[in-house]
Structures are given as structure tokens and as C-alpha cells.
């Protein structure tokens, strides 16, 4: 059993236009709501909050619903077809409104641009639980984690591009003293990335087939199968997988709380301690996501020798230690120091240990025909924490104050560890290799 390294690339495309649209409309749709349509920072965070909010529905609910197709094409690939085809037709439609309202406003231009945004929402949550779960259906158990190490670095890569792009058509020197940006060019651009990324899905991943081999290959190790069939004949989770299940989930939350706070907020926690510039916090969080752009790698390699579960522990080590020491730094000094872009490698890196293993061992706990309904849990925990962070989080720096963002992620970090340690299945080793069989490598 090895991983077979080309097809998961060619799976992880699905990943990387999802990633490289997300970029794109984060960094470019609150600037159109500021900057095009004159609403206040209020109103653009309750429209920017709208896919966090309609995916705790979207992504459980497509992923369940897409468990039950029984295409010819697979269970996946009809959902990342259709939902990618609606997303790049929708989304093209938001630069014509926004270049409209800018030539001529008005009330019915604005609320159409919200509509599309709207529908975009809906389109894109149809797919991105069933992208997600496709690694999973054409992966053997024990590989998941270095799959999704290549799965994350696809993304990676996804966000990287669109970042090059923007950075070269609309530099400082190109935009600066224009009344209106057009972004067309750049909607233009994003679309082929995704329609060229569904091509190379579509035309390259036998889904049935490498489906029918994950399944063949879970029938022949019937020990890894942690479902038992109860008295009505209905395949159910044992008590002590489900509390397992429960306790991975809680800790799931508890990790994207702690990560996202920071994420969230600490350019405006660097401004207010430090008197650092957006570009000089933003290189904070640049380094850390670099950290773990390197480590995803290795990372799965690390968890396939020793396990998910210490690799994950090992992660949130790092990252507490991280936010603790960043906590006292702070009590002892207002000036930023070079030395802390230390600890954000350290986030980097210790993020990139919890987040390759956490979705493997989830989905490590079901059979391949539930994939999508675990991955669509997966997706409810992590986005309710990332919508409720940033929320009590501000509350804590405005009431109490802005030394509150590093202990707050560090408490939550260390209940993970503690939640972590109920957590009894989902690891898995991959099985040693001897001989030759060791340097054998399949694309």
C-alpha cells in the first residue's frame, strides 16, 4: 500500500480554485462594499459573516445529500461539476454590478450585488464539503494524513496564485488615483483557474473506480471498520467511538477559537501594543501561514510514522507555548522585537500539525459511505468556532483589554489538549515497509 502521489494532486485541484476564490472574495468584496457601495465597516462584517453562517447549514446538508448520489460519475464529482459551473457564472456578475453602481447608482444595483452574493454563497457550500470528502473516498485509511498534507498544499498554492495575480494587475502604482477599480479582469482570471482545476477533476480522477478500491481494501481489513450493525440492521458508531467522535469534535472547536482569534485580530492588537503597520503585522501572519505552508508536508510524513493523535498533541503544544510566550512578552514590553517572528513560524508549524490529522481522524471513524456527512460535521465545528471567535474575543479586548487576545487562544489551546486526551480512535499508522518496498514511490 503506498499513496498514489499524481492522483491526489489531481483531487487536490478541486481544493485549490475553492481556496483561490475564497481569497479573492475575502480580500475583494469588503473593499467593493466600502469602497464602491459606501457602506460602513458594520454592515460589510454582517454581509462578509454570511458564508460563515449559511455554511453551518450548507456544508452538512451537501455533504449527507452527496453520500446518497449514485451517479456514474461518482458521489462527488457531479456536486464539484454543477456547484463550480453556478459559482463562476455568478461570480462574474459581481465586478458588471460593481462597475454599474459606479457609473450609475442605485437601491435596485446594490441589491442585486447582495443577491449574487448571496446565491454565490449557496453555490459554493453545495461543493466544497463534497471537494473536501473526494481525498478521503479514493484514499486507504492509514494514508489520509499525507493526503491531506498535499490537499492543504494544494490549497496553499490556490491562494498563492490569486495572491501573485492581484499583486501584479492592481499594484499601488496601478490603482492609485483612480475614482473606480475595475476587478473584471481579475473575476476573468480567477474563473479559468477554477473551470481549468474542474477540468482536471472531471477528466482525471476515476472516482468509481478508485472508490470501489478504497471499499475493497475496508472489506479486507475489516479491523479498521469502527461501525457495528444494530438489531434493525442499520450501521451505527459503538458508544465508545461516538464519545470519541464527540470529544474530537469539541476539540476541533476549541483549536479554530484559539487560532482564528489571532488570526482575526492581531493586526489590530499589533497596532494598538506595538504601533506596528497593517504590512508589518500582516508579515506576522505571513510567516505563519509560510511555517505551515512548509510543514504540511512533513507533517503528514510525521503522522504517518508515530500517529494523527501525538502529531496533533505536538501542534498544540507548539501553538500554546506560542501564545503564552507572546502573552508575557507582551507584560514586558511595547515595542515589537524581530525575534517574535520566531513564534509565528512556531503557529505556523504547530497549526499545520493539527489541521493535516484533524478531518483524517474524523473520517477515519466512519465507512466510506458516510465520508461526506463526517466531513460535513467536520465543517460545522470548525465554522461555528470561527464565527463566534471573533466576536467574544473583540468583546475581551474591548471590555478587558488588548493584552486579553494571546492568554484568551492559549486557554483555548490547552482545553483541546485536555479534550484531546478522550479522544481513543481515528489514528492510524501507516504499516512499516521493509526492503525496497520502502523507496517505492507511485504517481
Known amino acids: 500500500m503506498k499513496l498514489k502521489t499524481g492522483q491526489t494532486i489531481r483531487v487536490g485541484f478541486a481544493f485549490l480554485a475553492i481556496c483561490a476564490f475564497w481569497q479573492m472574495y475575502n480580500n475583494v468584496v469588503p473593499l467593493v462594499l466600502t469602497n464602491t457601495f459606501h457602506l460602513n465597516e458594520t454592515w460589510s462584517g454582517v454581509i462578509m459573516a454570511m458564508d460563515n453562517i449559511l455554511a453551518l447549514f450548507l456544508l452538512p446538508f451537501f455533504g449527507a445529500l452527496s453520500d446518497r448520489c449514485t451517479s456514474s460519475v461518482g458521489r462527488r464529482k457531479p456536486f464539484i461539476l454543477f456547484g463550480t459551473i453556478a459559482s463562476v457564472a455568478l461570480m462574474l456578475l459581481l465586478p458588471i454590478l460593481d462597475n454599474s453602481y459606479a457609473a450609475e447608482p442605485s437601491g435596485a444595483k446594490l441589491a442585486g450585488f447582495i443577491a449574487v452574493l448571496g446565491l454565490i454563497l449557496i453555490a459554493m457550500g453545495t461543493y466544497r464539503s463534497p471537494a473536501v470528502a473526494l481525498m478521503p473516498d479514493v484514499t486507504q485509511k492509514p494514508l489520509r494524513s499525507r493526503a491531506n498534507a498535499i490537499i492543504n498544499l494544494m490549497g496553499a498554492v490556490g491562494g498563492i496564485i490569486y495572491l501573485l495575480i492581484a499583486t501584479v494587475m492592481y499594484s499601488e502604482k496601478k490603482v492609485a488615483g483612480l475614482a473606480h477599480v475595475n476587478y473584471l479582469p481579475l473575476f476573468l482570471i480567477v474563473a479559468v483557474i477554477m473551470l481549468i482545476s474542474l477540468m482536471i ?44 467522535l464527540r470529544f474530537l469534535l469539541v476539540s476541533i472547536a476549541l483549536w479554530f477559537i484559539a487560532y482564528n482569534a489571532v488570526e482575526t485580530w492581531f493586526t489590530t ?34 503522522a504517518a510514522k508515530v500517529g494523527r493523535k501525538k502529531t496533533i498533541y505536538a501542534g498544540i503544544v507548539m501553538m500554546f507555548t506560542a501564545f503564552a510566550a507572546g502573552f508575557i512578552y507582551t507584560l514586558i514590553s511595547d515595542q515589537f522585537h524581530p525575534a517574535l517572528f520566531g513564534l509565528f513560524a512556531l503557529i505556523g508549524i504547530g497549526w499545520a500539525s493539527i489541521n493535516v490529522n484533524s478531518l483524517p481522524m474524523v473520517v477515519e471513524m466512519c465507512k466510506s459511505s458516510d465520508i461526506g456527512k463526517y466531513t460535513g460535521m467536520y465543517y460545522t465545528f470548525s465554522m461555528s468556532a470561527q464565527t463566534v471567535t471573533p466576536i467574544v474575543a473583540g468583546w475581551l479586548m474591548n471590555r478587558v483589554g488588548y493584552t486579553t487576545l494571546f492568554p484568551y487562544a492559549a486557554v483555548f489551546m490547552a482545553a483541546a489538549f485536555l479534550t484531546m486526551h478522550f479522544v481513543l480512535h481515528g489514528d492510524a499508522k501507516e504499516p512499516g515497509k521493509k526492503g525496497l518496498e520502502a523507496f517505492d514511490v507511485d504517481t
Not at 477533476?201 to 461501525?227: F, G, I, N, W
Open 269 to 302: 492588537f499589533a497596532n494598538r501594543m506595538w504601533n506596528m503597520s497593517l504590512g508589518s503585522a500582516s508579515l506576522c501572519l505571513t510567516i505563519a501561514t509560510v511555517g505551515a505552508i512548509i510543514s504540511y508536508i512533513p507533517v503528514g510524513a510525521i
Open 201 to 244: 477533476v472531471m477528466l482525471t480522477v476515476d472516482e468509481p473506480k478508485l472508490s470501489a478500491e478504497v471499499r475493497e481494501y475496508e472489506e479486507q481489513h475489516p479491523e479498521e471498520t469502527l461501525t457495528v450493525t444494530d438489531e434493525g440492521g442499520n450501521e451505527e458508531l459503538p458508544a465508545p467511538v461516538k464519545r470519541s
